[in-house]
């Protein structure tokens, strides 16, 4: 189905492997969804997927230092909604690496959050990358690339996909990543709704609109998609965004629909609810055009904030 590019991500892997670091910055990208077709529930509470994730330029950032214990401070937009223990994605991933490797988890961790929190980018599962990735820089934990995935996975099913970045197929419950051939780079406007939405949810919305049979044209599968992001011409591409989440998100805000319409109206190539939402990412022409897009979506009032990115861009990386 895909065009799979040679495995090569541990050559691009920035990250000192054998010599530990005293103080580490990582950098990771918000992720929107491409395509996102969902299975039915699964008897473990998941829905199966099949998705095209695609990193874009909005990033958090992890900063980790030698500690006894484990330590976090937290700076940026919305983070008195996070919880600031053992539930906090970051202190989790912490957690996980360290007994992963047989170690306590002493570290002190410093998250700079810029992604909007519960918005459908992925901004909490996009911490845990990034902490796994500072957390084996600082401890030099010698781990593969393919261990480092397992421990992602643990964490959530989006988490394995924000370590390479880039735009990749996602299937099981996202968690299976392989990266898929993409040319150039695409410019979108992402309008940031007031309040976020709780991804399970979403996916309990999406259950009942189709047990009420309250659901139309499946995303199915992504092959014309994939072959758009070959072809590099963005009104291609926009014909084949496609999202199975996007019915239920509407459900639950419907007035994303103005969200959509706006973007619509000002020019933009196609808008998608991202994810399980309530972020809208729109496709422009290009980056001339995703800035005046921005600005006119702006200046209609329907979403909280909006803001330019582009993508691919890599997955967690420690920053220079
Ligand atoms: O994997 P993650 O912890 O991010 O998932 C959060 C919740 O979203 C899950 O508990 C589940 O309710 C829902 N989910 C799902 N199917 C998926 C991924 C997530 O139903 N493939």
């Not at 050559?11 to 918000?30: G, H, I, N, Y």
């Not at 139309?216 to 992504?222: F, I, Q, S």
């Not at 459900?251 to 196609?270: F, I, M, S, W």
Request: hydrophobic content about 45%; charged content about 20%; some cysteine.
């Amino acid at each position: 189905m895909t065009d799979a590019v040679p495995d090569n991500r541990d050559d691009q892997r920035e990250t000192p492997r054998l010599a530990a670091s005293s103080e580490v910055r990582v950098r990771v990208p918000a992720k929107v969804n491409l395509h996102l077709s969902v299975g039915p529930l699964r008897p473990d509470g998941y829905h199966d997927l099949t998705t095209v994730y695609h990193a874009i330029s909005l990033h958090d950032e992890i900063t980790a230092s030698r500690a006894d214990t484990l330590e976090l401070t937290m700076i940026g937009d919305g983070i008195d909604q996070l919880p600031t223990g053992g539930d906090n994605l970051v202190v989790r991933a912490a957690t996980a690496l360290a007994s992963h490797t047989g170690r306590t988890p002493g570290v002190r961790l410093h998250l700079r959050k810029r992604i909007p929190i519960a918005g459908g980018l992925a901004g909490g599962s996009a911490d845990a990358a990034a902490t796994l990735v500072a957390c084996d820089a600082l401890w030099g934990t010698g781990l593969s690339r393919d261990e480092l995935m397992t421990v992602a996975a643990t964490l959530g099913s989006d988490v394995p996909f924000l370590l390479p970045g880039g735009t990749a197929l996602g299937t099981g419950r996202g968690e299976v990543v392989s990266p898929v051939l993409a040319v150039g780079s695409w410019h979108w406007v992402v309008a940031i709704a007031a309040g976020g939405l709780a991804t399970p949810e979403v996916y309990g919305e999406l259950d009942r609109l189709r047990a009420a049979g309250r659901t139309r044209r499946p995303a199915g599968e992504p092959d014309r998609l994939l072959a758009a992001l070959r072809q590099h011409d963005p009104k291609v591409l926009a014909d084949t965004l496609a999202n199975d989440m996007q019915a239920a998100a509407l459900a639950l805000r419907p007035e994303l629909r103005q969200t959509l319409h706006a973007g619509a109206e000002e020019g933009a190539l196609a808008g998608i609810v991202s994810g399980s939402g309530p972020s809208c990412v729109f496709l422009a022409a290009d980056a001339d055009h995703a800035a005046k897009l921005a600005a006119r979506i702006a200046g209609r009032g329907v979403c909280r904030t909006v803001r330019v990115a582009h993508g691919p861009v890599p997955g967690a990386r420690v920053a220079h």
